[in-house]
């Protein structure tokens, strides 16, 4: 018979688990691998709440195994090296998102490109080289091969930075490659959420024009003041959808659930680009003739390669880039999920694992 979570690994671990695709997350004993030679220990600090993690506790993409001990923006403190490790040292800031492996030796992992790697490994909801089930970042330790974790610098607070390996390199990744990582260009961001404020900053460093495309008006101050966004759009007032026909370069979009394409393919110019980043769990219609008058694409992005994800945080440490957060207790997550669910949060949850993480 296969070990309990509890026993199959040397170091004991504690964290929040979800038993069931309600959701609901309750305190869970669990075990770590030992450090190996290749990998780093990390005491967990932070962890962002991702979309991606509500939909996984609720099971909305029909992948989910119980229990699961999501969060995959985790930012925290090295403990422990191997012999080999050469990127980290005990004491050192250090982060990890949605990897924590890949096979190393496939055309996308030559290429940087681990997050298409067909055999890479998810932080959580994944089963590792060894046979064992990972278990993310709503817990106090995690052992990762050092190739997938990330150095944070110095300037950044490590709350507001741990939603950078997720939500960041989710909307920089597609910028950069889709032609949107140098000024000039007008880039509308859909879905003013935890990818979608990370991709205003992201756009406003990298000089592009930045729209909003809201369902809701309320966030129209916040966009503009607050954010630096350069004009904000409502998507249900037909007149300003009209107005803004033809007028942009591209759009991200970053919406949680489904919704119609054809109005945003029609606020691109000829040759412009939708890129798809959110992840509903039903299939969008595509509608032809929009794209045909104007050669435009509908594309997707999904995260991004490990050396991008240092070079998005470098980045970001430059040009001081965080994301907004709401930083919670352990024993909130619950309803920091229910808001999540609700568009109730601007713009990241996050976890203050480090000071709040408790299990009786
Ligand atoms: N491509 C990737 O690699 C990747 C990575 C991370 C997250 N995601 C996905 O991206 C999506 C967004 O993640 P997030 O963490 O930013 O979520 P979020 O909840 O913080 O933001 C989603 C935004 O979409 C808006 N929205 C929801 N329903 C809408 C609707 N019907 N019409 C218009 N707007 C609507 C919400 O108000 C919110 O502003 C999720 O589906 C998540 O799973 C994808
Ligand atoms: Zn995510
Ligand atoms: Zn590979």
Sequence with gaps: MSKSPEEEHPQKAVGWAARDPSGFLSPFKFS?????????????????????????????????????????????????????????KVGDKAGLGCFVGSCRSCDNCAQDLENYCQKNILTYNSVYYDGSVNYGGFSDIIVVDQHFVISFPDNLLLEAAAPLLCAGITVYSPMKYFGFGEPGKHLGVVGLGGLGHMAVKFGKAFGLKITVISTSASKEKEALERLGADSFLISRDPDQMQAAIGTMDGILDTVSANHSLQPLLGLLKTNGKLIMVGAPDKPFEVPVFPLLMGRKLVAGSGTGGLKETQEMVDFAGKHN?????????????????????????????????GNTLTVS
């Design 32 to 88: 770590r691998r030992a450090n190996g030679d290749n990998d780093v220990t990390i005491r967990i600090l932070y962890c962002g709440i991702c979309h991606s993690d509500l939909h996984c506790i609720r099971n909305d993409w029909a992948s989910s195994v119980y229990p699961m001990v999501p969060g995959h923006e985790i930012a925290g403190v090295v403990t422990e090296v191997g012999c080999y490790v050469t990127k980290f």
């Design 321 to 353: 880039i965080t994301a907004d957060v709401e930083v919670v207790s352990m024993d909130y997550v619950n309803t920091a999920m229910e808001r999540l669910a609700k568009g109730d949060i601007k713009y990241r949850f996050v976890v203050d694992v």
